[in-house]
């Protein structure tokens, strides 16, 4: 594995102290356990340092402001930024960060409250803090957004006693005089502002007197004093809108986000278009959210909002979507409970994201950050396990083999030890049991020793950490939370599966009880079973559109493979029947590929969803999966050993006589077994129990086939040959 550390890189600011673990470890960042510490921002700079900034003893506190550096694992010693002990805003945030393309650091914050409000600036620059500049004075100023351009340029939003949005900007040097920019004779809040190539754009929240909170939009040319347009609304319909937030990527196309209320709240999303905006896009399904906040680097834009009620929340949740108009799926920050306020910021070649949240809004809390290795842009790589041969992985970027481990029966993989690479987990017969291969000590950890009949990888509690989830035959469905404790989900089933189908950021257990009529998903939002077709002949899961919302993909004798659009229920053909299938993201476009066994077609065949072509990866394998084995370009697994393709060999599989942990007493079928009980164990939908889109195999049954089903590849797209 690649380890990441974190280093200081201006003397001027002296180091606390020095950090053992790796990028992935929850840091504390403001290490003030006596004091409130709340609000969090932060932003990368173009060398990969972090920055953050919260306010201390609030209200009436302080701007703080932290650094660090991912290359020797240090942070700077807090900074206090504007030394007055009046830092206070209505809304509770106060402060807000921005990096240019020089490395310049800009902290925008408010101070006072009556009779006098101050908004101010402050500037890091050639290896010292420039003074504090007022910008405006008034009463009851509220949420200042900043934004910079690489130059230097500053453009500043934030709204006042009266209900309306304020705005100016320093360019070339020059400060402008403060303008009203939204509507005289409605009410506005909530602002966020962003720079492009040649616009600023501000998104906000108004509304007429009596009427409902719309998300808006207003922009203007980068240039001094340059004129602000007609007001706009982005999506407006009966609900209040709150949380508005704003990017503007290469191409000048604004990237709006905004959560409609209800009571209950949804994230929505659209960008600017020649003629308008674009219908929302629906990030979650309804709950109690609160504030979002947007990030960019690149064209990728980075979302992140707060789950549960304000001022101790259930945690923080994130998505990104990339460039290339693809999601990459609503995700949990591990740890982060008792949060109100969040942010994220990637890395400058985009591998990392890095996140920072409060923890007790209205106690003693710390200000505490967690980073995360994507890869760059994620691609995935196919493993297989041959029985006589071994478990092997394909690397998708060189096509080069390398061998893991001796074969088992089943096989899953999947980050269980929260270090950004998955771990490969398979079944064994001899030694028996359900084994995990960690990839952050290279150590084998014995789960369970009763053999399970089929193995997924997901987060099943919503922690953000990727838990072993197994059917085992009269036992039942569990799952192992990073605590230790086996949790029963379902009766037993013939196969399962795990994906976020319903887009609450946990992950859905999909499996297979013929008992009770087919195939069934447990959604984990309502804790309700539904349906979804006749017995398949195997199931997986992925985000085969690029919609950012998983998809369950089956293929069912005599029908074809099949997945459902988890957001409108249409079924869509893919595929001629295959014996095995799996789903991930091969190619890096954002979109699951679709990977499975045709024999008659030669073995394992993957489709691309970028080209919509079929390259042949292997013969036919015993289980098959796919899994993100190292940081996306290099090559770090120790264990590896280069190969042209699965042939020979046994070692460093799975030993009792080898080095690993045995943790079976414990599991299914241990002596010492013991488990919690979850609610609504076995697979019966609520209601009539009728499906409304029926699936493959049920009376009814339509749906839409894409091209090039049977894997037949040309000469032009065949990567590996037999």
């Not at 492009?196 to 998104?203: D, F, K, L, Q």
């Not at 967690?370 to 994620?378: D, L, Q, V, Y």
């Not at 013969?619 to 770090?636: K, P």
Request: net charge negative; hydrophobic share 40%.
């Amino acid at each position: 594995m690649i380890q990441r550390t974190l280093r200081i890189g201006w003397t001027a600011f002296g180091v606390l102290f020095i950090l053992s673990a790796s990028v992935f470890a929850q840091l504390n960042i403001s290490r003030s356990p006596s004091a409130p510490s709340v609000s969090p921002r932060m932003v990368t700079d173009n060398q990969g340092n972090v920055h953050s900034v919260w306010v201390e003893n609030y209200p009436d506190g302080d701007v703080y402001y932290a650094k660090a550096d991912w290359a020797t694992q240090q942070i700077s010693t807090p900074i206090n930024l504007s030394n007055s002990g009046t830092v206070y805003s209505e809304t509770d945030e106060m402060a807000s960060i921005a990096a240019d393309g020089s490395g310049r650091i800009y902290v925008v914050w408010t101070e006072g409250w009556q009779p006098t409000c101050l908004l101010k600036v402050r500037i890091f620059s050639n290896g010292s803090w420039g003074a504090a500049y007022t910008v405006q004075s008034g009463l009851k100023f509220k949420t200042p957004r900043i934004a910079v351009t690489p130059e230097g340029d500053i453009y500043l939003v934030w709204w006042d006693f009266q209900w309306k949005i304020q705005s100016t900007a320093r360019v070339n040097g020059a400060w402008e005089g403060v303008r009203m920019i939204s509507s005289s004779s409605e009410m506005a809040k909530m602002a966020d502002i962003d720079v492009g190539p040649n616009i600023v754009g501000v998104a906000f929240i108004k509304k007429p007197s009596g009427a409902a909170y719309q998300a808006s939009y207003i922009q203007r040319g980068k240039g001094f004093n340059a004129a602000w347009s007609a007001i706009k609304l982005v999506a407006p319909n009966s609900a209040d809108q709150v949380f508005t937030a704003i990017r503007i990527d290469s191409q000048d196309v604004a990237h709006i986000a905004w959560m409609d209320d209800l009571g209950n709240r949804v994230v929505q999303y659209s960008h600017k278009t020649s003629s308008g905006f674009t219908a929302p896009l629906a990030l979650t399904g309804w709950s109690l959210f609160h504030n979002l906040f947007l990030s960019k680097r690149g064209d990728d834009i980075y979302f992140v909002w707060q789950l549960g009620s304000y001022g101790n929340g259930s945690g923080l949740q994130y998505d990104v979507r990339y460039a290339n108009g693809n999601w990459r799926g609503v995700r949990s920050v591990p740890n982060s409970a008792g949060t109100t306020y969040g942010d994220v910021a990637p890395s400058p070649d985009k591998s990392i994201l890095y996140f920072v949240w409060d923890t007790d809004f209205y106690g003693n809390g710390d200000i505490f950050g967690w980073a995360e290795t994507i890869g760059t842009p994620g691609k995935r790589d196919f493993i297989g396990t041959w029985n006589g041969q071994g478990i092997y992985s394909l690397n998708s970027d060189t096509g080069a083999w390398t061998y893991l481990t001796t074969p088992a029966t089943v096989i899953a993989a999947g980050d269980m030890d929260g270090d950004g690479i998955d771990d490969v987990v398979g079944v064994w017969s001899s030694p028996s049991g359900v084994w995990v291969k960690y990839s952050k000590t290279g150590v084998w950890t014995l789960l369970t020793s009763l053999t399970a009949r089929q193995i997924a990888v997901g987060d099943m509690n919503g922690d953000g950490k990727k838990e072993l989830v197994g059917t085992w035959d009269g036992q039942g469905v569990f799952y192992l939370k990073s605590s230790g404790d086996w949790v029963m989900l379902a009766t037993p089933a013939t196969q399962i599966a795990t994906g976020d189908l319903d887009g609450d950021g946990i992950d859905d257990l999909i499996g297979t009880w013929p008992g009770q009529g087919g195939v069934w998903v447990n959604y984990s939002r309502t804790g309700q079973w539904a349906r979804l077709s006749e017995s398949a002949k195997d199931i997986a899961a992925g985000d085969m559109n690029g919609d950012g919302r998983v998809d369950f993909v089956g293929t069912w004798d005599g029908q074809g493979v099949f997945y459902r659009n988890s957001l409108n229920g249409q079924w869509v053909q893919i595929a001629a029947v295959a014996d095995q299938i799996t789903a991930g993201d091969l190619d890096g476009d954002g979109t699951a590929d679709l990977v499975g066994i045709w024999p008659g077609q030669g073995g394992v065949w993957a489709k691309y969803s970028k080209a919509g072509t079929w390259a042949r990866l292997s013969s036919a394998a015993a289980d098959i999966a796919t899994g993100r084995l190292r940081i996306t370009g290099a090559s770090n697994l120790s264990t590896g050993q280069g190969l042209n393709a699965p042939l020979g060999g046994f070692g460093g599989g799975p030993s009792r006589t080898g080095n690993f942990l045995d943790l079976s007493a414990a599991g299914p079928g241990g002596r010492k077994f013991v488990y919690q009980m979850g609610q609504n164990l076995v697979p019966l939908e609520s209601g009539d129990g009728t499906m409304r889109i029926p699936g493959p195999g049920e009376s009814g049954f339509s749906f839409a086939a894409e091209k090039n089903l049977v894997p037949v590849e040309s000469d032009k797209t065949r990567r590996i040959k037999k």
